[in-house]
């Protein structure tokens, strides 16, 4: 198997662990954290808490159609990220796909966004939003040193 099936297959298998991930946490926080949260360290606690919005709860109170924009949103974003910006690393896609599948998912199931990790005083988030974190940083990081001319990945 040549290393451009071997990168597909890895990239595939990142995406199904993400996204079973993503699941199962999610339901464990709807079956325990509802009716009490969990204080793992003095800066780390596991609550639950309904996201109707988008990132950091923004438009929750609209009356736009959310899972509409989520599946846009997930397809401009394969569609740019496969050829517009080529050569992204496959693994790097995989990643924002399967948390933006597992929070679609959400918003068809519930209705919103279950979120559950609590740092500090910062938002509470899960893991299909630290996927997507993760991988525009490397995203932002491999293009900014590919666009220099700079192969560093």
Same mark, same amino acid.
């Given at each position: 198997?040549?290393?451009?099936?071997?990168? @597909?297959?890895?990239?595939?298998?990142?995406?199904?662990?993400?996204?079973?991930?993503?699941?199962?946490?999610?339901?464990?926080?709807?079956?325990?954290?509802?009716?009490?949260?969990? *204080? @793992?360290? +003095?800066?780390?606690?596991?609550?639950?808490?309904?996201? %109707?919005?988008?990132?950091?709860?923004?438009?929750?109170?609209?009356?736009?159609?959310?899972?509409?924009?989520?599946?846009?949103?997930? #397809? @401009? @974003? $394969?569609?740019?990220?496969?050829?517009?910006?080529? +050569?992204? +690393?496959?693994?790097?896609?995989?990643?924002?796909?399967?948390?933006?599948?597992?929070?679609?998912?959400?918003?068809?199931?519930?209705? *919103?966004?279950?979120?559950?990790?609590?740092? *500090?005083?910062?938002?509470?988030?899960?893991?299909?939003?630290?996927?997507?974190?993760? $991988?525009?940083?490397?995203?932002?990081?491999?293009? #900014?040193? %590919?666009?220099?001319?700079?192969?560093?990945?």
């Amino acid at each position: 198997m040549n290393n451009d099936k071997k990168v @597909i297959w890895l990239s595939i298998g990142l995406f199904v662990f993400i996204l079973i991930a993503d699941r199962i946490t999610k339901y464990l926080a709807v079956r325990y954290l509802q009716v009490k949260s969990i *204080h @793992i360290m +003095p800066w780390i606690d596991l609550v639950y808490v309904t996201n %109707k919005g988008i990132v950091f709860g923004l438009f929750s109170d609209t009356k736009f159609n959310l899972l509409f924009l989520s599946i846009a949103s997930l #397809l @401009i @974003i $394969s569609i740019l990220m496969i050829y517009w910006f080529k +050569p992204i +690393p496959y693994p790097i896609i995989a990643m924002i796909l399967a948390g933006g599948v597992g929070n679609l998912i959400d918003r068809i199931q519930y209705g *919103h966004v279950v979120d559950f990790i609590k740092i *500090h005083q910062f938002y509470v988030f899960n893991v299909a939003d630290a996927s997507i974190t993760i $991988s525009i940083i490397l995203f932002l990081w491999f293009y #900014l040193f %590919k666009a220099n001319g700079k192969n560093t990945v």
